[in-house]
């Protein structure tokens, strides 16, 4: 049983971040373990506002960007691991968020691609009781890779 991660970076300055790479598989394999499963295949693409904006507009009907989609797979190859689907994620979107939080943008990009994955096995936070039971998986999983609690009020954050 693995996890396999794979990682494109297609647009955005993502290079202004420290290892955005090694921080998205790291957190994938971190969210997966936080849902029980250690068998799989996720796809991460770090692109720009442009691009995600598109695909909001296309899959979603709304013609702007957001931070982070998450795409499920509808099949897996017989006899290959699972895979699991695709996460999105914009550069831009996830820069402002972080300031406007006060936190460090890799610290960010972690939990989106947490918040994703788990979109991906099935969690969700259309009711309260979904987004408390998501919101803890989403801090166990961080908590594996170092990362605060990403809903704590920025006062409360250690350095």
Same mark, same amino acid.
């Given at each position: ?86 996460? %999105? ?7 402002? @968020? =972080? *300031? $406007? ?7 960010? #990009? /972690? ?9 991906? %096995? ?7 009781? @979904? =987004? *408390? $039971? ?7 999983? #961080? /908590? ?16």
């Amino acid at each position: 049983m693995s996890v396999a991660v794979e990682i494109a970076i297609e647009a955005g300055d993502w290079e202004k971040l420290p290892h955005p790479a090694d921080t998205a598989r790291r957190a994938a394999a971190a969210a997966l373990a936080s849902a029980g499963l250690h068998d799989g295949e996720v796809g991460i693409l770090l692109t720009d506002d442009a691009y995600v904006r598109a695909l909001n507009r296309k899959w979603r009907a709304k013609d702007e960007p957001t931070n982070v989609l998450s795409f499920v797979s509808p099949f897996s190859e017989p006899g290959e691991p699972r895979f699991l689907g695709d996460v %999105v994620i914009a550069f831009e979107t996830v820069l402002r @968020e =972080a *300031e $406007a939080e006060g936190k460090p943008a890799h610290h960010h #990009l /972690a939990h989106l691609v947490v918040h994703g994955v788990l979109h991906l %096995v099935g969690h969700d936070h259309a009711s309260d009781n @979904e =987004a *408390e $039971a998501m919101e803890r998986k989403e801090r166990a999983a #961080l /908590a594996t890779v170092g990362v605060p609690d990403p809903y704590m009020d920025a006062g409360e954050r250690t350095p």
